[in-house]
C-alpha cells in the first residue's frame, strides 16, 4: 500500500510538472523535454527508482516472507552500517553522480536489500524456492557485474565491489541453506564455521583489492577501510573460536563416559552416563558439543571447558606435564 502511494505521489508529481513545463506538446517533445530540464530528469528519475524499489520490495516480501519488528530492527541496523559508509565514499568522486545515479543506486539498494532479508530469513525457514530465487539474483548480479567490469569509472568499481560483496553473500546463505534442507546434523557446526570463515576471507580480499584499484585514481577510501578492519577482525575472532571449538572437540572424544546420577544443567534431563569436566561438573555427552558450538566455559561455574586434567609442574630447568591418574588399592 505504502509502495503503490509512493508511486503514485511521484507520477502525479512529474505529470503536473510536465503540464506546467511543456504545456501541450507532442509525446516525442514531452521526453525531450524531460531529458533536457533537470528539474523533470530529476522528477522522472524518482519516478523510476519508486518503481525499481517497489517491485524489488513486493518480490522480496513474496519470496522470503515480510520481516518481524524484531527483524526489521537488524535490518535496519544493516542498513545504516552499510549506506553509511557508502555515502561516504560517494562523496569523494560527487563529479561522477549525475540525475541518473537515482536509478543505479535504487538498483543497488534493491539487491542489496533482497540479500539482507535473506540473511535474516535464511535460517528460519530454508527452502529450495529460495534457493532457486537466490541463484535467479545471483545470475542478474554475475550479468551486472560483467557489465561494469568493460569500465574503468569510480563508480563503476564502486558498483563492481558492491555487487561482489552481495554475490558473496548469496553464495554463503546458500550453501548454509542447503545445509538445513538436506538435514545434515552431524557436523554441521563444523561445515557453517568453514563457509562462513571463507566468506570472511574473501570478503577481506575484495575490499582489499578495491582499496589497492581505487587509490591509483582516487583519494583513499578510509569508509572501506573500515569496513576492511571490521571484517578481519570477525575473521580473525570466527577463525579463534573455531579453533577452540575443533580442539574441544577432539579433548570431548578423548575422554571417557562415567555413569552417575544427577540432572544435566543444560537439557535439564537426568544423567546415567555423562562426560565429566575439569571442573566436576557432569553433563550429557550430545548436549556438551551442542554446547561447545556456542561457549567455551562451564554451563555452571562458566570456567574453561578443559576435559583433560593435566597437571603442570615447573622446575629451574623443566617443565613437565602430565594427566593424573585414581589408583584403587586393592582390598582383602
Known sequence: MKSAFLIVLNFLVLAISCLIVC????????????????????????????????????STNKILGHLTPSEFTMYN????????????LISMFSHEVSVKSIIVFSILYSFKSFTWTLDIK??????????????????LTSAIIMHYLSSSTAISMLMILEYSLILLSLLKNQLIMLLDINNIENNRTLFVSIIKIV????????????????????????????????TLLKLYKKSVLFKKYIKLLIDLESISEVDVKGTCAICTDDIIKGKKLQCSH?????????WCEREVSCPICRADLVFKREIIHETEDEIISGVPIEIEEATD
Open 77 to 88: 541496523e544493516k542498513v545504516y552500517n552499510v549506506m553509511g559508509d557508502l555515502v561516504m
Open 282 to 290: 557432569v553433563f550429557h555427552s550430545s548436549c556438551l558439543k551442542m
Open 122 to 139: 535464511s535460517q528460519k525457514n530454508p527452502s529450495y524456492r529460495i534457493v532457486y530465487a537466490s541463484a535467479a539474483v545471483q545470475t
Open 199 to 230: 566468506f570472511l576471507a574473501l570478503k577481506s580480499l575484495a575490499f582489499l583489492m578495491f582499496i589497492l584499484r581505487f587509490s591509483v585514481r582516487n583519494r583513499f577510501p578510509y569508509g572501506i577501510m573500515k569496513s576492511l578492519i571490521s
Open 23 to 58: 504545456g501541450r506538446s507532442s509525446f516525442f517533445a514531452l521526453f525531450k523535454t524531460i531529458a533536457s530540464n533537470r528539474l523533470l530528469h530529476l522528477l522522472h528519475s524518482s519516478f523510476i527508482a519508486s518503481i525499481i524499489l517497489s517491485l524489488s520490495s513486493y
